[in-house]
């Protein structure tokens, strides 16, 4: 939440509240592989309509209070060598080579970021494969599969939903696969990371409950609409969601998507190792406290963005 | 038995399906956070009603969680 004690107006924290974790490089990257190049365009695009009808609304209707004073975060994201305050842009920009950044730049794609999403990830394959394998081909094609039903119903999957929008894409594809519309997974897309219990408690106490209920309401209306405006794409087009689900990775030789699932699985060793590691201290400190049980009833505070589902756990 | 190993085959196959394109979207994600200049950004947000909703919202897009 750094942008709003930064003084950006309530309208800008919302939108960038929605936009974030609605879509990111990753998320888009994913898109491409495991939906097709319509979804991995509609998904960003929607995000960016989303977030800015809700911050509009949010500072038509919200009441505008008080906007600080901007203090920009300059510290140098390479090595934190200086905070930028004191040394003017030119010189700062220059502390480190272009080498030095690239480096700095890998080291966090694979180990910070991947670490965060890795969990979570894998779990959503998963629950792909478990789809897959689990629900009749036909059920989603006779009953609830398309039109404004089935974008209600994933609404009402998708805001409860703790899950980010990396690790959603996969349960889209074998969503689709099943016979959902192209629309109603879009819905799910959107509203799944945007939305859920933990992130709307830490918008409330961000920007208060009128603003809260504008960023949902506006979130499901506008992910309800553009289901139904993607559906009309698709059929206008004549095209198949479920037949091109997952083209994109066809032009890629089998031997390089195995090196890269190798190599995707092996940066994940590390954070699921941790994960195990950490629900195991966590349970022997529950059992620890239990005859007191005081001291398991106080969670660690939240502080941060609502992670929607990607955060470190 | 049958049954797990038919999930975790299906799992796999969207894995291997994913994998490069995660790999390249983690790359761009890293090196987005490097180069982009935060006093560029924050400067550009502004406090207009409309542009600084405008630019907070496009700002999001890329920028994983």
């Known amino acids: 939440m750094s942008l709003r004690k930064q003084g950006a107006n309530n309208g800008a924290t919302t939108a960038f509240l929605i936009s974030t974790p609605e879509s ?105 494969g478990f789809i897959t394998v689990l629900i009749p081909d036909d059920i989603f094609g006779r009953y609830l599969g398309s039109g404004l039903s089935a974008m209600l119903l994933m ?56 603003a809260t209920a504008i960023y949902l309401g506006t979130i499901a209306v506008s992910a309800v609409f553009f289901g139904l405006v993607v559906d009309q794409v698709y059929s206008q087009m004549g095209i198949s969601a479920q ?57 660690d505070s939240e502080n941060g963005l609502p992670s929607a589902g990607c955060g470190p756990t | 038995m049958e049954f797990i190993l038919n999930v975790l085959s299906e799992s796999w196959h969207l894995l291997r399906e994913a994998s490069v394109y995660i790999i390249f979207g983690l790359l761009v994600s890293g090196l987005l956070r490097v180069f982009l200049n935060p006093n560029t950004v924050i400067r550009h947000l502004g406090r207009g009603r409309f542009s600084s909703v405008f630019k907070a919202a496009f700002l999001g897009i890329p920028i994983p969680l």
């Open chain 1, 243 to 299: 037949a091109m689900v997952g083209q994109a990775s066809e032009v890629i030789p089998l031997w390089v998507q195995w090196a890269a699932a190798f190599l995707v699985l092996a940066l994940s060793l590390k954070p699921l190792y941790r994960l195990l590691t950490s629900h195991n201290i966590r349970f022997r400190r529950a059992a620890a406290t239990r005859p007191g049980s005081r001291a398991a009833a106080a969670p």
């Open chain 1, 155 to 210: 609404l009402a999957i998708g805001i409860p939903l703790y899950i980010c929008a990396t690790a959603s894409t996969p349960i889209a594809a074998a969503l689709i696969l099943k016979g959902v519309s192209p629309g109603a997974a879009l819905v799910f897309l959107l509203v799944g990371p945007a939305t859920n219990v933990a992130s709307l408690t830490v918008v409330t106490g961000i920007l208060g409950k009128r």
């Open chain 1, 24 to 128: 990111g490089v990753d998320s888009i990257s994913i898109t491409y592989a495991l939906l097709d190049p319509i979804m991995t365009v509609a998904r960003p695009l929607v995000a960016f309509v989303t977030a800015t009808l809700a911050g509009i609304a949010e500072n038509l209707l919200g009441n505008s209070d008080r906007n600080q004073r901007i203090i920009p975060d300059l510290s140098c994201p390479v090595d934190n060598c200086c905070d930028g305050q004191n040394c003017d842009p030119q010189t700062h920009r220059r502390h480190h080579t272009i080498f030095e950044k690239i480096k700095v730049g890998v080291i966090y794609a694979f180990r910070d970021l991947w670490q965060d999403i890795a969990k979570w990830f894998l779990f959503g394959v998963l629950l792909a």
